[in-house]
């Protein structure tokens, strides 16, 4: 059956986004569209087309590769939970993606964008706006719950999120380096539960 046009467009940007992930994750900010497209069996021209730039085009693969991992943790996270036990389910769901098939090529594309954000700010501006854009969803998924006997504003939720994200960034890379080998899912259950119980982070400050 042919394709039609939106198909044939889909699946070039489909088979764009897993090329650079492969080539971006290996070469950082060296990246060379000639590369990506060549991966993908494509033109560069294609990915102008599709994503603007090589910076249009990284990122879209940020977007794409954010947006299932905070569907996955919505999903471990369930809404009836206080704020205790809806960290500790996103901490437990954390040190399990350690362990998942791609973890090191992720967290070496991690790696790479911190290093293609240092070598370009106007890339690095674009990178922060589109992971807050998706941290948003962190701040949603923790503001409004029960804790000692209130309820989480999305000020606290806020500042809470972004505690959160360094320690994970920490302890995952600590997990994949294999510097962290007793950090079990109920070690990082505690430590993020740990941050919970800092009235800093969950008085509701200006």
Do not use: W
Not at 6 to 35: H, I, M, P, S, W
Not at 142 to 158: C, D, I, P, W
């Amino acid at each position: 059956m042919r394709k039609t046009r939106a198909q044939a467009k889909e699946d070039n940007r489909r088979a764009l986004l897993d090329a650079a992930f492969e080539v971006v994750a290996r070469e950082g900010y060296r990246a060379k569209l000639e590369d990506i497209a060549a991966r993908a069996e494509l033109t560069t021209g294609a990915i102008y087309s599709l994503f603007g730039s090589k910076n249009g085009l990284v990122v879209a693969l940020v977007t794409d590769r954010l947006q299932p991992h905070y569907a996955e943790i919505e999903q471990a996270v369930p809404a009836e939970l206080d704020l205790i036990a809806a960290v500790g389910a996103f901490a437990r769901h954390q040190r399990r993606s350690c362990d998942a098939p791609d973890a090191l090529s992720v967290q070496s594309l991690q790696i790479t964008l911190l290093d293609m954000a240092l070598h370009d700010p106007v890339l690095g501006a674009q990178l922060a706006e589109t992971v807050q854009a998706q941290e948003n969803h962190l701040v949603e998924l923790f503001t409004g719950r029960a804790h000692n006997g209130s309820t989480v504003t999305r000020h606290q939720a806020e500042r809470l999120t972004t505690a959160l994200r360094a320690l994970f960034v920490g302890l995952t890379q600590g997990v994949n380096l294999g510097l962290a080998p007793g950090a079990d899912e109920q070690y990082f259950a505690d430590a993020a539960c740990a941050l919970v119980t800092d009235a800093r982070l969950t008085d509701d400050q200006t």
